[in-house]
């Protein structure tokens, strides 16, 4: 884990999430450094999604803290926010608008106008490839072509800290290549968080993995360093040696 210093530009510590009685994110702590590609991985319902809400400041958490580059994201939440860029899970929009109308009013609460408007329009449409469908409603695109939509509006200010929510959900194998391809790409000058349960995603652009189950940390290594702790050396099957009960055993026996 790198230590606090300027290429720190994520920083969570005790992040703590309760519904009732129910601990949805239990103390996780990481930090992510500039040039990083961080997967965070788990089964469905592990706390993925909730610790990425909470980073992102739309939701707060029970206990615990989350910074975008020393801001923390409740006490100094419009700082950190602009900071950040954010693709929720589900990349909501607002459906009647056309790709170009919405983020068109993504770039203007952004606080951009004029030429830079258009400019940073034009960048994001061509980076997530969206230049044959820009003129149409949301609600038409099919579901790979929403999730671009959503890609674009979080790359609109060109944040130093992206935190995508399973960006590649919904696309076909082509459309998955570049978009993983934009992420190798913008990686140099970012620390990315990208959560998954796709495995193939780790191997394909992270450089650091941390595994969460039952909404605890179990795992935090490079992708490399994961394969080498299960005989077979794939990364499904430590996958399933950590977030699986019992999985543990059975592999030692």
């Known amino acids: ?3 606090v210093n300027e290429a720190t530009l994520i920083e969570i ?16 702590s990481f930090r992510v450094a500039k040039g990083e590609v961080l997967g965070f991985l788990g089964p469905n319902g592990a706390g993925k999604s909730t610790t990425m809400r909470m980073l992102a400041g739309f939701m707060i ?8 580059c020393g801001h923390d994201v409740q006490t100094d939440g419009v700082a950190a926010r602009r900071l950040l860029g954010f693709l929720p899970e589900g990349a909501p929009t607002y459906p ?10 993504c770039a ?4 951009f106008s004029g ?10 449409i061509d980076r997530t490839q969206l230049q044959g469908v820009r003129l149409q409603p949301v609600e038409t695109l099919s579901k790979g072509f929403k999730r671009r939509v959503g890609l674009a509006q979080a790359l609109l200010h060109d944040p130093p800290v992206l935190v995508l929510d399973e960006p590649t959900d919904g696309l076909d194998p082509n459309q998955k290549f570049e978009v993983r391809k934009l992420i190798r790409e913008m990686a140099p000058d970012k620390a990315i968080v990208i ?9 394909a652009v992270c450089t650091r993995a941390i595994i969460i189950a039952g909404g ?21 099957d430590v996958f399933r040696q950590l977030t699986l009960p019992g999985q543990k055993s059975k592999d030692a026996a």
């Open 1 to 3: 884990m790198p230590s």
């Open 13 to 28: 510590n005790g992040l703590t999430k309760k519904f009732g009685r129910f601990t949805a994110v239990d103390n996780v």
């Open 61 to 68: 958490p029970t206990a615990g803290t989350a910074r975008i």
């Open 96 to 105: 009647e608008m056309s790709v170009t109308g919405f983020l068109a009013f």
């Open 108 to 111: 203007k609460i952004r606080g």
């Open 115 to 124: 030429r830079d408007l258009e400019n940073r329009i034009q960048t994001a």
């Open 195 to 203: 959560s998954t349960h796709i495995l193939e995603e780790v191997d």
């Open 216 to 236: 605890r940390v179990v795992a935090d290594a490079t992708p490399a360093e994961l394969e080498r702790r299960h005989p077979s050396g794939k990364l499904d």
